[in-house]
Nanobody
């Protein structure tokens, strides 16, 4: 059973920082972390920060210069450092990864359960 578990969300004042973590566990032969998404009430899920197939990073225009995505391959964990948070960053944040459980198996798409980030004074 493969799962992604996010943590690190919470309530923070505008201008504050949070660090989200997403750990993959279970039967993992290979993992391709896609990135972090978020969904605010009444809005569609959007990509916040991700990794390209070449391994470089890309960010939504709204978070460039404030958010940083990183990963620890040894721990199967991806992080999202969020600085200078704004009320419009309030959303549920999800991590996404493609995972193969065996060498001969298929790639499957996995999502975490989400972690709430609320930016408010």
């Amino acid at each position: 059973q493969v799962q992604l578990v996010e943590s690190g969300g919470g309530l923070v004042q505008p201008g504050g920082s949070l660090r989200l973590s997403c750990a993959a566990s279970g039967s993992i032969f290979s993992i391709n972390t896609k990135g972090w998404y978020r969904q605010a009430p009444g809005k569609e899920r959007e990509l916040v920060a991700g990794f390209t197939s070449g391994g470089s990073t890309n960010y939504a225009d709204s978070v460039k210069g404030r958010f940083t995505i990183s990963r620890d391959n040894a721990k199967n964990t991806v992080y999202l450092q969020m600085n200078s948070l704004k009320p419009e960053d309030t959303a549920v944040y999800y991590c996404n990864a493609h995972i193969k459980s065996t060498n001969w198996g298929q790639w499957f798409d996995y999502w975490g359960q989400g972690t709430q980030v609320t930016v408010s004074s």
